[in-house]
């Protein structure tokens, strides 16, 4: 079996040598032995830019009878940039419609995921991110019968109990001359360095072995 993933920089493979950035798809198959995992996420891209690059068509060829196409965007679908935006209800949904076909049409399995959560603290309160987006996922996910994983709630809950502070390991919160390649330092609470990337990539598998679309590894 193979993995498909598309997505964002959340879930891109990154040089380790030119980042500290990891995303949680170039480490899923570390949880999945059993499958192969071809990781087609890309930085910047929403359902909108990453469908006009032709990015979804590069993997017709690909795409076997049986394999897992994973799809995960928000993050850039709410960027206003008209490139990029989307509209939750409508353009986005349309878009997460177009992936699906795709898939389906190869005899394929499209599976949504909800996004990982943003690191937003206020007054000691996780914030809620992503707005209505990860909410018409769901309901398309429901109307189209396509399975659903909740990344973005096994991704709050892990935020949240590992606290403010201990959460900026999750993300790109890179100290004064911690290293080299960020001089200046680096705050960044939505992408991930090793430690989130190492969290989320195991609520993924998690919850495509319980879903059944993947069988238990070992």
Known sequence: MNIFICG????????????LMVGWGQLLGDHLPGVTVRNHAKAGRSTKSFLAE???????????PGDLVLIQFAHNDENEKPERHTEPWTT????LTEFIRFARERGAVPVLLT???MRVWQNGVLQETHGEYKDAMAALAQKLNVPLLDIYGDSFRLVAEAGEEGSKAFFMHVA???????????TDNAHTRRAGAERF???????LICAGLVPPQG
């Open 92 to 95: 986005y949904t349309d878009n």
């Open 176 to 186: 004064l001359g911690e290293d080299p390649r960020y001089p200046e330092g680096l």
């Open 115 to 117: 996004p990982i959560c």
């Open 201 to 207: 990539a195991a609520c993924v598998a998690r919850q």
């Open 8 to 19: 964002d920089s959340t879930a891109q493979t990154y040089d380790p040598q030119q980042t």
């Open 54 to 64: 032709g990015r979804l068509q590069a993997l017709d060829g690909e795409l076997a």
